[in-house]
């Protein structure tokens, strides 16, 4: 069963940095894309940032120049460095991956979150 757990959230003042990590457990036989989310309050969910399986990234133009997302295939981690932060950051941020997995002997596909981690940015 496969399973991702996000870690690296907390509480931090404007201008400040986190780093989210997000791990993937399970039966892996390889990660393709990996994103983060975020979903403030009264908000919808909305895309941070992704990186394909080849290492191409794309961001929320919100966040282009201030957050950097990252992967280890060796260690099926992904990362978030959050820095500068500003108030309107403040959200739960969700990691979400496409993860190949054997089963049945064949091998399949499926999307996969995990729980989430409260960033909260004071100003």
């Known amino acids: 069963q496969v399973q991702l757990v996000e870690s690296g959230g907390g509480l931090v003042q404007a201008g400040g940095s986190l780093r989210l990590s997000c791990a993937a457990s399970?039966?892996?036989?390889?990660?393709?894309?990996m994103a983060w989310y975020r979903q403030a309050p009264g908000k919808q969910r909305e895309l941070v940032a992704s990186?394909?399986?080849?290492?191409?990234?794309n961001y929320a133009d919100s966040v282009k120049g201030r957050f950097t997302i990252s992967r280890d295939d060796a260690e099926n981690t992904g990362y978030l460095q959050t820095n500068s932060l500003k108030p309107e950051d403040t959200a739960v941020y969700y990691c979400?991956?496409?993860?190949?997995?054997?089963?049945?002997?064949?091998?399949?596909?499926?999307?996969?979150w995990g729980q989430g981690t409260q960033v909260t940015v004071s100003s």
């Open positions: 990186i394909t399986r080849a290492g191409t990234t």
């Open positions: 979400a991956a496409a993860i190949m997995y054997y089963t049945g002997g064949k091998f399949r596909t499926d999307d996969y």
């Open positions: 399970g039966s892996i036989s390889a990660i393709n894309t």
